[in-house]
């Protein structure tokens, strides 16, 4: 209540949260990398996720466009020598327009990303666990967890450059570059600490969005869920 002794409107309340606790894009990038609890804090009061969700797909198109289609020849025409084909050399079209060509799907793929994602998160905690929440909430933790794996991916794109290898990642497997190639060695491979340390922003904001649903046990969950995954993409994955 004011001095007045009369209880402040709907509209009242939320213009004081939106101007004492919702802080501008910029400082919500900062605390997703530094202050993921505050930063999840936010959303939670007010879940904002358009620019956040546009800044990722962005970051993620610019680090993609930056590497040079000729890397990119040269990967595809070892895959095919891998699989046993014969090499094709590619159209002089294709080749001016693939910088484009891939920075759009992948930025489109980490735009389907975040909205199924989200949606998925809505489901597992939600509806199958019982806790609170909407899917605007999970959708606006997730646009922002994408800052990390944007960001970092940018970072490395000049190592990715030097080594011939538009896919190099920052992942488990690097530490155990002792074990034989084979399953496990594919397995580590698949888990890139930038989703792990994602994952864990996502089970921060989980934590926030209901109290009731402790950190340790959300990341338990999505660690878990990114496991079975890489379990999967083992198989696949070129040790």
Do not use: D, Y
């Given at each position: 209540m004011d001095q007045t002794g009369q209880k402040p409107t709907?509209?009242?309340q939320t213009d004081s949260v939106d101007v004492v606790t919702i802080p501008g894009i910029h400082r919500r990038f900062l605390d997703t990398f530094f202050s993921p609890a505050k930063m999840t804090a936010y959303?939670?009061?007010e879940?904002?996720?358009v620019t956040a969700l546009f800044l990722g797909v962005a970051l993620t198109g610019l680090q993609v466009?930056?590497?040079p289609s000729e890397i990119w020849e040269s990967l595809l025409?070892?895959?095919s020598l891998a699989q046993g084909g014969s090499p094709f050399p590619m159209p002089a079209w294709l080749m001016d327009s693939w910088g484009i060509l891939t920075a759009t799907l992948a930025a489109f793929f980490v735009l389907v990303f975040a909205v199924v994602g989200a949606g998925l998160l809505s489901v597992i905690f939600a509806f199958i666990l019982g806790d609170e929440g909407s899917y605007r909430q999970y959708l606006a933790v997730t646009a922002h967890a994408l800052f990390i794996p944007a960001l970092v991916g940018l970072l490395i794109t000049p190592l990715r450059i030097a080594t011939q290898d538009p896919q190099l990642t920052l992942n488990l497997g690097s530490f155990f570059s002792f074990l034989p190639s084979g399953y496990w060695l594919g397995v580590l491979t698949a888990m890139d600490l930038t989703q792990i340390w994602s994952s864990l922003v996502i089970a921060q904001g989980a934590h926030s969005i209901d109290r009731r649903?402790?950190?340790r046990s959300a990341a338990v969950i999505l660690l878990g869920m990114m496991f079975g995954m890489a379990?999967?993409?083992?198989r696949f994955m070129p040790t």
């Open positions: 709907g509209s009242e959303l939670t009061a879940p904002r996720w466009s930056l590497i025409r070892q895959q649903r402790s950190f379990l999967l993409a083992g």
